[in-house]
């Protein structure tokens, strides 16, 4: 196999397991596709892709839980996204690829130790707090597609909030916020006509997951969904070392 063939069988890969996760929990397909991606095509081109990939299952989706969300929480979340996204473009454009994965590596491995630790808060996040984590959110998306780690992090932590509704919140978040770090996005040089052939072929696996992981969703109980987000992120650190 030639090493264009193994590169792309690489992408089409992770798109497929990225979508059934991303299906199954509402988050986790940067997470999962990111680090290998960025293996191969580097950091940059593993963002771009992203988006390409999943804005239109992003919209898609997040109409569909548009009725279902809590937009009081929703709504601060991208307020403050849209503040810091253009910062975390600025530095995905700008830093050393290798940097840009070790502190990768580093920012989803401090989310499962937040998550590990047990802390929980027991109230109604506040305006400020919910504006500060859309902030990281913005960042995080905008420097290595990671928008969705802080979220995830901010509503597994919560004791009041199930698995159902985090998912509609992550999915009407996403659709939003998409459509804004597309615009941050082509503004940055991250999104290219290159890029966009590159893609095209990702869309059918990528979609296969998202449907068999909505369907496995269904079948699973609050407690198992955290194990398996968890897990998730867990196996997004080990991908995302750049030992190799």
């Known amino acids: 196999m030639s090493a264009e063939a ?6 089409l890969a992770a798109a497929l397991l990225g979508g059934l996760v991303r299906g199954f929990t509402g988050f986790g397909f940067a997470m999962v596709f990111v680090p290998l991606a960025a293996s191969v095509v580097g950091p940059a081109a593993a963002v771009g892709l992203i988006w390409i990939v999943d804005a239109p299952f992003a919209l898609w989706l997040g109409l569909l839980s548009a009725r279902h969300a809590v937009w009081r929480e929703v709504v601060p979340l991208l307020v ?7 910062v975390g473009v600025w530095l995905l454009t700008g830093l050393d690829p290798v940097v840009v994965r070790w502190v990768t590596a580093g920012t989803i491995l401090a ?7 047990g802390w929980r808060y027991r109230t ?3 305006v400020p707090l919910s504006v500060t984590v859309g902030a990281a ?3 995080a998306s905008g420097f290595a597609g990671l928008g969705g780690l802080p979220l995830a992090v901010f509503w597994l932590a919560s004791q009041s909030a199930e698995a159902a509704q985090v998912r509609h919140n992550l999915m009407a978040y996403f659709a939003l916020s998409t459509l804004l770090s597309g615009v941050v996005f082509a503004g940055g040089g991250v999104l290219t006509a290159e890029r966009v052939w590159l893609a095209l072929p990702l869309l ?9 992981g909505a369907r496995l969703f269904h079948r699973a109980s609050d407690a198992l969904f955290r194990r398996i987000a968890y897990a998730v992120i867990l196996a997004a650190v080990c991908l995302a070392l750049p030992l190799r």
């Open 6 to 11: 193994a590169s792309m069988a690489a992408l």
């Open 80 to 86: 403050g996204a849209a503040v810091s996204l253009p």
């Open 111 to 117: 989310a499962l130790a937040a998550l590990a630790s």
């Open 124 to 126: 109604a996040p506040s």
């Open 137 to 139: 959110s913005g960042l």
């Open 204 to 212: 059918v696996p990528y979609g296969l997951g998202l449907v068999a």
